[in-house]
């Protein structure tokens, strides 16, 4: 009986690989802001945490960090952090209360903006939004790195909405100095309509506000409301991306503006959001399945034969050395 060859060998792994889909994922984090950003990381109940939880970006620096397949979790961006004479670590905004630079396992505190990712999700498709449901904090755009799908495309606020919140809503600096946030209705009021619970619990009775509306117009396709997810959520197919990049304070070119018909405009880098229920997402059944659904493809013969070659030297070594 013949014996394998090391390229055949190579390219059966290869095959296996991606039809089995163990892949990870890189999200490459870049502060674009004109002052420090401190992102936050939470994995979702029942994942395993990534590498880490919390770290520190200066202006202009990025970090690139990976995440298994079928991972999903979210990410938020830490301001006016300071560590006091106790060595205790906080956060003005974003902060998640573990007292460190490591979020351990805790949120971020309300408002934040939240970006919020699950691989692999429902029909072999990766589910990602950006959320205002819980308030603003800082602009945010989430983008995949290439890709397919009918909706695999950017999302994200990019408007600075911290100076155009309602005085009932804004949250200051602690010298009483300009917005550094922008909190939800919900957390300011703790009403029934503002929070989509009770007897608005449901898609039927829980509508958008004024407040709600004021996010919206700012940000078209971002997540406004637990409820708004048919302009908010995009999708890719998972054996399609391999990395996304979550760029905090983007270019404002980057922004979706209304259309004077009061129309939302098809912006250059488009933004979606997911639901939420209580602190977790929820993305399975959500697309209308109307609209049409991402490829769910697998990688095309090409594709495998340059993996394959790519690949190569490692398999040579193993079998010569």
């Known amino acids: 009986m013949a014996q394998p060859t090391p390229l055949s ?4 792994l290869t095959l296996q690989l991606l039809t089995t889909g163990v892949f990870s994922t890189t999200f490459t984090l870049l502060n ?7 992102p936050g990381i939470l994995s979702n109940a029942g994942v395993s945490p990534l590498s880490t939880t919390g770290f520190v970006l200066q202006k202009g620096e990025s970090r690139t960090i990976t995440a298994p397949s079928s991972w999903g979790g979210r990410f938020w961006g830490r301001t006016h952090c300071t560590t006091d004479s106790t060595g ?3 956060c003005v905004t974003g902060d998640c209360g573990s007292g460190k630079l490591e979020c351990s396992g805790n949120g ?3 408002p934040a903006t939240l970006a919020e990712i699950t691989l692999d999700g429902h029909g072999g498709l990766d589910f990602f939004d950006v959320s205002l449901v819980d308030g603003y ?3 945010m755009l989430f983008a995949p790195q ?4 009918q909706n695999c495309t950017s999302t994200g606020c990019v408007d600075d909405l911290n100076d155009a919140c309602p005085s009932e809503l804004k949250v200051r600096s602690a010298d009483g100095g300009g917005g550094v946030a922008c909190r939800s209705a919900c957390e300011a009021f703790q009403q029934a309509q503002y929070c989509c619970s009770g007897a608005y619990g449901s898609p039927d009775t829980c ?12 940000c078209p396709r971002a997540y406004s409301y637990a409820y708004d997810d048919k302009s908010s959520t995009f999708t890719c197919s998972s054996s399609s991306v391999s990395s996304y990049t979550i760029t905090f304070c983007p270019s404002p070119n980057t922004s979706q503006k209304s259309s004077q018909d009061g129309q939302s405009a098809q912006p250059t880098n488009p933004s979606i959001y997911s639901p939420h229920t209580n602190s977790t997402m929820v993305y399975e059944g959500l697309l209308d399945e109307s609209s049409g659904s991402p490829s769910t493809g697998p990688h095309t013969f090409v594709s495998m034969i340059s993996l394959a070659v790519a690949i190569w030297p490692l398999w040579h070594l193993f079998f010569f050395f």
């Open 137 to 139: 904090n800082i602009p």
């Open 146 to 149: 290439g890709g397919s799908g």
């Open 207 to 218: 509508k958008p506000t004024s407040y709600s509306e004021i996010f919206k117009s700012a």
């Open 9 to 12: 060998l190579c390219f059966l």
């Open 108 to 110: 971020a505190k309300p």
């Open 32 to 38: 674009k802001c004109e002052h420090t950003v401190w």
């Open 88 to 90: 205790k670590f906080s």
